[in-house]
C-alpha cells in the first residue's frame, strides 16, 4: 500500500469518528444536561463577580477607601470604572442616606430590606445579586445584574441574562411552583436563585460543537473525494473522476435535502424559510450557499482538468458539433446562473440595494458573495471551453461566427420577451477577452485582462440587479393596491378594535367628559368603505349622545360616562 492510499484510508477513518462523535453527542445530550451546562456557566461567570466583589469587602484599605470615596475622586473613578467595563454597581449610604454611588442603573429605594452578605433582589428593571456590608452607620451595597426585567421590549431592550454571565439564552430564572430546576448558589455555597430551561431550546455552545463536528467530516469527506477523483485523474479515466466529483456532490445534497440529515442547521437564520425559498433543491439561504460552494468546487476541478477532458479532433465536423456544445453548454449554464440569482432577489426578503450601503445585513453580504461565486464558476467554465477549442479543427474566425450566431439568438429571443439588457452580448465579452489572451498570448491573465473582466462582470450585475429589483417593487405595489382594493381587511380591523379598547379605558378621557358634562361624548365617524365622498361636517364633532362611534362606522361603544 503506497502513502496516498494510506492517507486516503486515513482520512476515511477520521471522516468516520468525527460523524459518530456527532451522532453520540446528539443522542446522549439531554435537556438535562443542556440546563446543567448553560447554568453552570452562569453560576462560574457568577463566582468570578464575587470574588471581584469580596476583594474589595474583605480588604481592610479597600473598605476603607469605600467608607471615604465620596471624597476620593481617583477612587471614585476607579469605581466609575468598574461599573463600566465589569459591570459591578456599588452604592454607599450614611445612616441610610445615599452617599456615593457608581451608576443609576440600580439605587434601591429602602436598603434596610436588603440583607447582610448575599442575596438576590428583584427591582423594576430586572434582578440582582446585592452583597452588602455594614459597619456602624456606614453600608454599602455592591449590585451584580443578572438578568433584565424590562416591561417593554424591543430589538436593543431584551430579558435575557446578563451577557457578561451568559451569552445562551435557553434558561430562564424559575419560581417555587417549577420542576427540573438546577439551584445556583453563590461562592460560598448559600443559596440565591434557581433556574429552569426555556422549553424548544438548545444551549448555543452544544449547537456549534455539533455544527463543527459535522462540517469538519463533510469537509473531509469533500478532501478524500477529491484525493480519490485525482488518482483515477492521474491513470487517464478523467470521466470516472468527474462522476466521483459530481456523483459525491449529488449523494451529499440528496440526504440533506431529502431526508434533511444531518439535522444541525434549525437554529441557524441562515437556513430558515422565511428568509429565502425557491423549491425543494434550494429550501433556503443557508443550502443555496451550500449548492452553489459545491457547483463552484465542481467547476474548478473540471477547469484544473481541463487539457485532459479531450484530445485532437481532425474531423471538421465534429470539431464544429463540439465548438456548438460548448457554447450552448455556456448559454444554458448561464441561463441557469441568472434564474438563480433573480431567485435570490424576488424569492427572498434579503436586502440587495447596494446603493443603500447602511441598510445592507449579514444575509445580503452571503448573497451577494454567492453572486460572486456565480460569476467566478462561470469564469472557469469559459476557461475550459477555450481549452477544448484549441483542440478543434478549425479556425479561430470561424469559432468566433458559432459564438456570435448562438448568442444572437439568444438575445433575440429574450428581446422578444422583453428583456433588453442585452445579457449574452455582455457575457460574450468575456469569452472574447479570454479568448484572445488564450489563443495569441497563450492564456496569460494580465492587470487589463483583469480589470476588463471586472468592469464586465460589474455591467452585468448591475443592469441584472436594477432589472430584479424593478420587478420585485412592481410586485410590491401591486400587493399593496390587492390590499387596498379588499373589501375586509382583517389586520385594519384589529387595528381598529385596539383602537377602540384603548379609547374606552383611557383614564384621561373618561376624567375629560366626567368633567365637561356627562352626557357629552365625542363622536368619530369616518365613512363606509364603499362611499366615495363623506360629509365633512360629520367627520369630527361633539354631539350629545350617549355613545361613542369608532372609525368602523357601524360599532358603537358602550357608553363612558
Known amino acids: ?246 456523483g459525491f456532490i449529488a449523494v451529499v445534497r440528496f440526504i440533506g435535502l431529502y431526508y434533511q440529515w444531518p439535522d444541525i442547521y434549525s437554529e441557524i437564520d441562515l437556513f430558515k424559510p422565511d428568509i429565502y425559498h425557491l423549491n425543494w433543491l434550494f429550501p433556503n439561504e443557508g443550502d443555496f450557499m451550500i449548492n452553489v460552494i459545491l457547483f463552484t468546487w465542481l467547476a474548478l476541478y473540471i477547469y484544473n482538468s481541463r487539457d485532459k477532458i479531450i484530445v485532437f479532433i481532425k474531423s471538421r465536423f465534429y470539431s464544429v458539433v463540439v465548438c456548438v456544445a460548448c457554447v450552448l453548454s455556456l448559454v444554458v449554464v448561464s441561463m441557469l446562473l441568472l434564474s438563480l440569482a433573480k431567485s435570490q432577489v424576488l424569492n427572498s426578503t434579503i436586502n440587495f440595494d447596494v446603493n443603500n450601503v447602511l441598510n445592507l445585513s449579514v444575509f445580503s453580504g452571503i448573497g451577494l458573495f454567492g453572486l460572486c461565486l456565480f460569476f467566478f464558476s462561470f469564469i472557469l467554465l469559459t476557461e475550459t471551453c477555450l481549452s477544448i477549442s484549441l483542440k478543434l479543427n478549425i479556425s479561430h474566425r470561424n469559432k468566433l461566427y458559432i459564438l456570435f450566431a448562438i448568442v444572437l439568438l439568444a438575445t433575440i429571443t429574450d428581446v422578444l420577451q422583453k428583456d433588453y439588457s442585452c445579457f449574452y452580448l455582455l457575457w460574450s465579452l468575456i469569452i472574447i477577452i479570454r479568448g484572445w489572451s488564450v489563443f495569441y498570448q497563450k492564456g496569460k491573465f494580465t492587470p487589463v485582462v483583469y480589470i476588463a473582466i471586472i468592469i464586465v462582470c460589474s455591467t452585468i450585475s448591475s443592469i441584472k440587479l436594477y432589472s430584479f429589483e424593478t420587478i420585485k417593487e412592481k410586485d410590491t405595489r401591486k400587493q399593496i393596491v390587492l390590499q387596498l382594493e379588499a373589501a375586509d381587511d382583517p389586520y385594519a380591523e384589529m387595528l381598529f378594535k385596539q383602537v377602540e379598547d384603548q379609547i374606552v379605558s383611557d383614564s384621561s378621557l373618561v376624567r375629560f367628559f366626567t368633567t365637561h358634562g356627562g352626557s357629552s361624548v365625542f363622536f368619530c365617524k369616518i365613512g363606509s368603505k364603499n362611499s366615495t365622498s363623506m360629509d365633512t361636517s360629520q367627520n369630527s364633532i361633539f354631539q350629545p349622545t350617549n355613545t361613542i362611534c369608532t372609525m368602523s362606522p357601524y360599532r358603537a361603544i358602550t357608553r363612558i360616562s
Not at 484525493?227 to 468527474?242: D, E, M, P, Q, T
Open 1 to 246: 500500500m503506497d502513502a496516498a492510499a494510506k492517507i486516503r484510508w486515513l482520512l476515511g477513518l477520521i471522516c468516520l469518528s468525527l460523524f459518530l462523535t456527532a451522532i453520540v453527542a446528539k443522542h446522549t445530550y439531554t435537556p438535562a444536561n443542556n440546563l446543567e451546562s448553560s447554568a453552570k456557566t452562569l453560576e462560574g461567570h457568577l463566582h468570578e463577580k464575587e470574588t471581584r466583589v469580596h476583594g474589595f469587602l474583605d480588604d481592610k484599605a479597600e473598605f476603607f477607601n469605600l467608607k471615604n470615596a465620596a471624597n476620593d475622586e481617583q477612587y471614585a473613578l476607579k469605581l466609575v470604572a468598574l461599573a463600566h467595563e465589569e459591570k459591578i454597581y456599588l452604592a454607599s449610604y450614611q445612616k441610610d442616606s445615599l452617599v456615593f454611588w457608581s451608576g443609576v442603573r440600580v439605587l434601591p429605594d429602602n436598603i434596610n430590606t436588603i440583607k447582610n452578605g448575599s442575596s438576590f433582589i428583584q427591582e423594576p428593571n430586572g434582578f440582582y445579586e446585592a452583597i452588602k456590608k455594614t459597619d456602624g452607620a456606614f453600608s454599602v451595597i455592591f449590585f451584580i445584574p443578572v438578568k433584565n426585567n424590562y416591561s417593554y421590549q424591543n430589538d436593543y431592550l431584551q430579558n435575557s441574562f446578563s451577557p457578561d454571565l451568559l451569552q445562551d439564552d435557553n434558561i430562564e430564572i424559575a419560581d417555587f411552583t417549577d420542576h427540573n430546576i438546577y439551584s445556583v448558589h453563590t461562592v460560598d455555597d448559600h443559596y440565591l436563585f434557581s433556574v429552569k430551561l426555556k422549553p424548544h431550546d438548545w444551549n448555543h455552545t452544544f449547537q456549534y460543537m455539533q455544527l463543527l463536528l459535522w462540517l469538519s467530516g463533510l469537509l473531509l469527506m469533500c478532501v478524500l473525494a477529491n484525493n480519490l477523483a485525482n488518482y483515477f485523474n492521474r491513470k487517464g479515466h478523467i470521466l470516472v473522476s468527474f462522476i466521483i466529483v459530481g
